[in-house]
């Protein structure tokens, strides 16, 4: 039994390092064509467009949901789209706001339903495409070491695919049109996601279960940034997210309570009600957040209604 | 809690050291963890299923009890009855319900009725058809007096829910697990690192190749209708290893489990993909099954003791039993006619144990005639297997005229040639290693430590490389 631990242990030893060894990231450069790398070009964009401007933040929602240009050329001003993804959660969001927006600009909150903290491994995996960003949240050594075997796992997986396409010079196995499409340069240049504008929808938008109601907890931190904004004069509005109408008709109730709790205790202005930014099903690409090209010309169009006395 | 997750392995080191460690001279204690193990095991899917279990378990060690108390013949047969009747109806209300329901509204419908149907949204609980089948070849064995009852029910609880054959099988027999349950076990080195081999082996299987070939198996057979007769082949040889990898995987990690407990269960597969006619793929396929339904139905049927008619007979009504036992849809008993088709000439000339060795035991290679028998073995099989893949028995026509189809001699539009690369180095090491119990057994033995150790850890990096779209196991639905 004793040399049996030991070697089994010796083994597990080797095959460890062995797979932090074979866990190197051979190909740093297919990062840089990420999804979640369109961070950059936002923030290049935020450095690089002087005096005030229309932010607009959210999760996918907003980045699959606005026509940049549309509202810049009613409102007279630069508009940026910060959103990119639902998970890095409400914190993360705010804490970004806080870094880059400056006196005088108009921020536009546009926050999927009870929006939470998110996940840890997206916002660390944030700060390897923008270091900056390491500031938005807190690390904690769990996460890390999570993070550390998730990047290893991933690099295992494209150096494996490296090594059989240059044994064979077949490549790896193709990346579904899905993983394609969603790549940085899917963004335009007010970081509005457009590439799926010329795709045919890839068959039933994903749905999400049934909400179930409770008190949310993004209220409290939504009204500690207003302060701050306040404070710094930023101008801050509350939207509500698109939604298609099948979900919407199912979570009526939840929805509801939910702008209602809003609409008490919110400090932020809420811009509209829920059923403003209710869309038909047919609307939506892939996901319930998603709008489709026509979509988004209609979502903006009402939204442009919404804002017009809050953008001049 | 999958064989491939990390969940299994943490409970795996948990067991073996709280198994071997304060408990290795106990074996009442060492019997009482591994049931208490196996239920949490099988409570992981569903904590409901284990009230199911439980009953199932109580039922057959009191009938079994019966049976050997029974003073006459007519009481023997009496609670026999009692156990097959509720067993079987256990396992036809779960798995059966709905697809008998659904038939005769069918029927009735095409006789111009329109009957209001009941039909239930029935959970089927994993492993239910296992671990009955485990059960009832206890009663049979009891009641043909192949061997005694157990007095101690945890020892049978043991024998019916260990957990490393649970819900996916080798379908053990009494007279093989239980004579085990109830000795005393040592730890043995041997065992145990061949244990830890056919596990990874089974990893290997499982993650490398059954999962990367259900990634291109679904996506053909899920849109038949886009793709040319070469792609479909294609789509149902990439099923053919997809189900191969996953279920005999999983049989190696459930042997190598068992092992590392001192266990040694019933082998479940044989190389059958190095099968010279399909009786011999039926006897090196799921091994454990097959020889139920020899033992409990063919030869209790008579067996081929009544002349050509009565084996011909008996043949066709096992390959329908056995495809009507992998669940309730007319494509596993069309695959099980399928089969029984295939095996009807070497029934009729009297061919159907030729092929009892190994191919090319000895050698390195086969003869031509043996490579073409492989393949041609090999084609059969393939093509049954699309109506085991398939929805519906229409869906697998079409699939199959569309093989037969004259694009059939075209470039195939999918290929990706990693995976056949991948396929052929598993097929490799399973030619190689076929002569062994499991294809790893033997492989690198003689190797100095250094190179054998080397090549567990380029397969265990390959696995690692490929894991993250684990898919459940084909057979736990069955």
């Keep these: 039994m004793k040399s049996f631990l030991l070697k089994a242990g010796l083994f597990v030893i080797v095959l460890l390092a062995l797979f932090i060894i074979c866990g190197i990231d051979l190909d740093s450069s297919r990062h840089d064509a990420e999804y979640m790398a369109a961070v950059i070009d936002k923030h290049h964009k935020l450095d690089e467009t002087p005096g005030r401007r229309i932010l607009f933040t959210g999760g996918s929602n907003i980045a699959f949901g606005l026509d940049s240009k549309a509202i810049e050329a009613q409102a007279g001003l630069p508009v940026i789209n910060l959103g990119i993804h639902v998970r890095?959660?409400?914190s993360y969001l705010l804490n970004e706001l806080k870094a880059v927006a400056r006196r005088d600009d108009i921020v536009f909150l546009s926050l999927e339903y009870f929006l939470d903290e998110g996940n840890y491994k997206l916002k660390r995996r944030m700060s390897a495409y923008l270091p900056g960003s390491a500031g938005y949240f807190t690390k904690d050594i769990a996460g890390e070491l999570d993070y550390y075997f998730d990047r290893k796992f991933d690099n295992i997986k494209n150096n494996r695919q490296l090594l059989f396409s240059k044994l064979t010079s077949l490549g790896g196995p193709a990346s579904s049109n899905n993983d394609a499409l969603y790549a940085r340069k899917g963004f335009n240049a007010s970081?509005?996601?457009?590439?799926?504008?010329?795709?045919?929808?890839?068959?039933?938008?994903?749905?999400?279960?049934k909400f179930t109601y409770q008190h949310w907890e993004g209220i409290k931190k939504l009204n500690d940034f207003y302060k701050w904004a306040q404070a710094n004069g930023v101008k801050v509005f509350f939207l509500y997210p698109a939604y298609p109408a099948t979900e919407?008709?199912?979570?009526?109730e939840v929805i509801q309570q939910y702008h209602s709790d809003l609409k008490k205790e919110l400090l932020v202005p809420v811009v509209g009600r829920p059923e403003d930014f209710v869309f038909d099903d047919s609307l939506f690409f892939d996901t319930i957040y998603h709008l489709n090209q026509e979509g988004i010309r209609q979502k903006t169009a009402r939204l442009l209604q919404l804002i017009a006395g809050y953008i001049s | 809690m999958l064989f491939n997750s990390a969940e299994?392995?943490?409970?795996l080191i948990l067991i073996f050291f709280i198994y071997w460690f304060p408990l290795r001279s106990s074996m009442r204690m060492q019997n009482f963890v591994l049931l208490v193990s196996s239920y949490v095991f099988y409570g992981w899917w569903d904590y409901r299923f284990v009230f199911l279990l439980a009953f199932s378990t109580f039922l057959d060690y009191y009938t079994g009890l019966k049976i050997e108390q029974a003073t006459t013949q007519r009481m023997r047969k009496a609670w026999l009855v009692l156990s097959v009747g509720i067993n079987l109806g256990f396992l036809g209300f779960f798995k059966y319900y709905n697809f008998f329901i659904d038939s005769f509204a069918s029927l009735l419908g095409q006789l111009g009725l329109q009957p209001n149907i009941w039909t239930l949204n029935i959970i089927l609980p994993v492993g239910i058809s296992f671990y009955t089948f485990h059960g009832l070849s206890y009663v049979f064995d009891i009641y043909n007096k192949r061997v005694k009852p157990t007095a101690n029910f945890v020892d049978y609880a043991v024998f019916v829910s260990f957990f490393p054959l649970l819900v996916a099988g080798p379908i053990e027999r009494a007279t093989h697990l239980l004579p085990q349950v109830q000795a005393p076990r040592k730890f043995d080195y041997a065992k145990a690192v061949d244990g830890l081999r056919q596990i990874l082996w089974g990893l290997f299987k499982k993650i490398v190749i059954a999962d990367t070939c259900a990634e291109y198996a679904n996506t053909?057979?899920?849109?038949y209708g886009d793709y040319n007769g070469s792609t479909l082949l294609l789509g149902a040889v990439f099923f053919a290893f997809q189900i191969y990898g996953d279920f005999s995987g999983y049989s190696d990690i459930a042997l190598g489990s068992a092992r590392l407990l001192g266990f040694d269960l019933l082998k479940n597969f044989n190389y059958p993909y190095f099968s010279r006619d399909i009786a011999e793929f039926w006897r090196r396929w799921h091994i454990s099954l097959s020889s139920w339904f020899r033992d409990y139905l063919y030869f209790p049927l008579g067996g081929s003791r009544g002349g050509a008619w009565m084996r011909i007979r008996n043949t066709f009504i096992i390959f329908l039993v056995s495809g009507f036992w992998h669940g309730a849809n007319f494509t596993f008993i069309a695959w099980g006619f399928l089969n029984a088709l295939y095996f009807l000439p070497l029934l009729v000339m009297n061919k159907n144990r030729s092929n009892l060795d190994i191919v090319a035991q000895g050698r390195t290679l086969p003869s031509i005639r043996e490579a073409?028998?492989?393949?041609?073995?090999?084609?059969?099989?393939?093509?049954?297997w699309v109506f085991f893949r398939?929805?519906?028995?229409?869906?697998a026509l079409h699939y199959l005229g569309g093989i037969f189809s004259p694009d059939l001699l075209q470039m195939p539009q999918v290929l990706p040639k990693m995976v056949l690369l991948l396929i052929a180095f598993f097929m490799l090491i399973e030619w190689i290693g076929r002569e062994r119990h499991f294809a790893l057994a033997g492989i690198g033995l003689k190797w100095k430590r250094p190179l054998r150790w080397g090549f567990y850890c380029l397969l265990a990096l390959l696995i690692l490389s490929y894991t993250g779209k684990e898919q459940q196991f084909i057979y736990f639905q069955f």
């Design chain 2, 390 to 395: 398939s929805p519906t028995i229409q869906d």
């Design chain 2, 8 to 11: 299994y392995a943490v409970f």
């Design chain 2, 372 to 384: 073409i028998s492989m393949l041609v073995t090999f084609v059969l099989v393939v093509l049954a």
């Design chain 1, 191 to 209: 970081g509005d996601f457009v590439a799926h504008y010329a795709e045919p929808q890839p068959g039933e938008i994903q749905e999400r279960g």
């Design chain 1, 248 to 252: 919407y008709e199912k979570n009526k």
């Design chain 1, 88 to 90: 890095l959660g409400l």
């Design chain 2, 220 to 223: 053909i057979f899920n849109h």
